[in-house]
């Protein structure tokens, strides 16, 4: 069996940190083609006031599912799915979205010492869906939320190569780590797609060892379990297409999504 007429996935995103989602996404579904969308124009999201960025990524997507009409949608932005992922189902009921929400139910799960931080954008912070995530499956946790107003713009510019100081860093994730009782964070949820990409100085400026939670790879198999794996396929070679809102990403950006099998439009 050919694979040619399977619909692609659609994965989208405020910026690049969706590709922690696209790379887990293409391990478990080889047989698919998927159009990468970042919304750059209006990156980043975490500023942005609610009606005005609910109403932008609803019109958006009716572009999008008009000219691609893809299979599924992979919203990789917690942001934007926390805010709109409602509406976006009620607005377009033949498609099928699967979210992306801060993971402060497996981190709940997992902690030892009951102190779990949530590492996020200033909007998802401040979202009634992640306070009633809390109150559903951490009310026995100590969970503290941090909003970063600087992160995601730093994770964009680490991506692409440029470095970054340390202590700017460590600024924006030192309120992740508190002692209390005699016990310390022993988990920091990812709650921002671009985060996971700078896992590693994450590790190396931590004032103590802890797990931070990337949710990609949980993503990626709820998206799997909700399209069909044909009898028989041919794994996908070639490019997929990146398409950016701004119509203009800069060199190190192109470079970057060839080196992730994309190709800019």
């Not at 709940?108 to 010492?113: G, K, L, M, V």
């Amino acid at each position: 069996m050919t694979t040619n007429n399977l619909k692609p996935i659609l994965v989208f995103d405020s910026g690049i940190g969706g590709l922690t989602v696209l790379r887990e996404a293409r391990v478990l579904m080889p047989e698919r083609h998927f159009i990468y969308v970042a919304d750059d124009a209006a990156f980043p999201y975490g500023g942005w006031e609610e009606g005005a960025l609910k109403a932008r990524v609803i019109a958006l997507f009716g572009e999008l599912l008009t000219e691609h009409d893809p299979e599924i949608c992979v919203i990789a932005c917690n942001t934007a799915f926390t805010l709109v992922g409602a509406d976006l189902r009620a607005a377009y009921p033949q498609m099928t979205f699967v979210g992306t929400v801060p993971a402060i139910k497996p981190a709940a799960e997992r902690t030892r010492s009951g102190l779990v931080s949530v590492l996020a954008t200033p909007g998802t912070v401040k979202r009634a869906y992640t306070r009633d995530l809390i109150q559903s499956f951490a009310s026995q946790c100590h969970v503290r939320l941090v909003g970063s107003e600087n992160l995601a713009r730093m994770a964009e510019a680490y991506i692409r190569g440029e470095r970054l100081d340390d202590d700017a860093v460590l600024a924006e994730i030192a309120p992740c780590f508190i002692e209390m009782d005699g016990k310390k964070t022993d988990i920091v949820v990812l709650a921002c797609t671009h985060y996971p990409f700078m896992a590693n100085v994450f590790r190396r400026l931590a004032p103590w060892p802890v797990d931070w939670l990337d949710p990609a790879e949980a993503i990626a198999r709820r998206a799997r379990s909700l399209v069909p794996l044909p009898n028989g396929f041919e794994p996908l070679n070639g490019f997929d297409p990146a398409i950016f809102t701004s119509c203009k990403p800069d060199f190190a950006t192109r470079r970057l999504m060839q080196g992730f099998g994309l190709t800019v439009r």
